[in-house]
C-alpha cells in the first residue's frame, strides 16, 4: 500500500479535512467563504461574522509552515482582523507579526 500522506493529492486531502472540520464548528451567524483571484492572492478559507469580524485562513499540509505572498494580498484584500495558518505540526506559535501557526486536534 503508498503512502497517503506521500500522494500527490495528500495536500488537497488536508485541505478539505481542515475545512470540513472548521466549517462543522461554526456558529449559525457566521458566513464561510472561498478568496483567489487571478493575480494570485488567495485565502483558503474566510469567516465572517458581524461586521467586525473576518478571519482568513491558510492551511499546508508541511511541518515547516510558511506564509506566502498570495494569502498576505488576500487578507489585506478582505481586510482580514484575524489571520492563520493550518499546518500537519504539532505546535501554535506566531508564525508572523500577524499570523499564528496552528495545527488540527
Known amino acids: ?8 493529492g495528500g495536500g488537497a ?3 478539505g479535512f481542515v475545512v470540513e472540520n472548521l466549517l462543522a ?4 451567524a457566521a458566513a464561510p467563504w472561498f478568496y483567489r483571484t487571478s493575480a494570485g492572492a488567495e485565502v483558503d478559507l474566510a469567516i465572517e461574522q458581524g461586521t467586525r469580524l473576518r478571519i ?11 506564509v506566502g505572498k498570495g ?3 488576500g487578507c489585506e484584500d478582505i481586510r482580514a ?9 504539532q505546535e501554535r506559535f ?4 500577524d499570523v499564528i501557526a496552528l495545527y488540527p486536534r
Do not use: C
Open 56 to 66: 482568513a485562513v491558510d492551511i499546508k499540509r508541511t511541518s515547516t509552515p510558511r
Open 1 to 8: 500500500m503508498s503512502d497517503v500522506l506521500g500522494h500527490p
Open 13 to 15: 486531502s488536508f485541505e
Open 81 to 89: 482582523t484575524h489571520r492563520f495558518l493550518v499546518y500537519s505540526g
Open 71 to 73: 494569502f498576505h494580498q
Open 25 to 28: 464548528t461554526l456558529p449559525d
Open 94 to 97: 506566531p508564525l508572523t507579526h
